[in-house]
């Protein structure tokens, strides 16, 4: 396959549509997990809301249609949050925003951080080996390595958000 297709060509189409269901499944998983964005932890998706980020998107593919590889990455990267986002939306959406964020911090401020740092770095690495292996051994296969790559960029921006996510809470959390 070539670096780029031509626009509005079956090929484009085709990366277009993925794009847009990837992503739509991202966003339609966060608004059921957290429709007011308090939880979301992108800061940059919180702080264009969905007013910006919706449109924003749709232009973010529309543009990306034409690499496939950049647009498999994306697809994959957006599905496995799209899935992490699913797993814990009910919850988040049954006990109310702001009670999941209190319930979520109780258990983070009983947690020795060198404990929660440590899952989360497993989870990071165990799922970026993944991708990695999947890349390895993909010499030459557009898709397989596209794959390989979105999933540890999945892993990566779990590992990161997560990270980010905990160390502003504790260094806004006046220790008692």
Known sequence: MEDSVPFASRE???FLGLLLFSRGMDFLSTWIATPTLELEANPLARRLGWKWGIPLNV???IGFALWPLPSIIICTTSVLVAARNFQVAWLMRTAGEEQ???WLLQRL???PPALFVSCVVAQTVLVGL???ILTAYSTQQLV????GVGIVSYALAVGVFSLIAVWRRRRSTPMG
């Open 12 to 14: 484009y189409v085709l």
């Open 59 to 61: 232009v973010f593919c």
């Open 100 to 102: 999941y964020r209190d």
């Open 109 to 111: 401020e009983d947690t």
């Open 130 to 132: 993944l991708g990695i």
């Open 144 to 147: 397989p390595f596209g794959i």
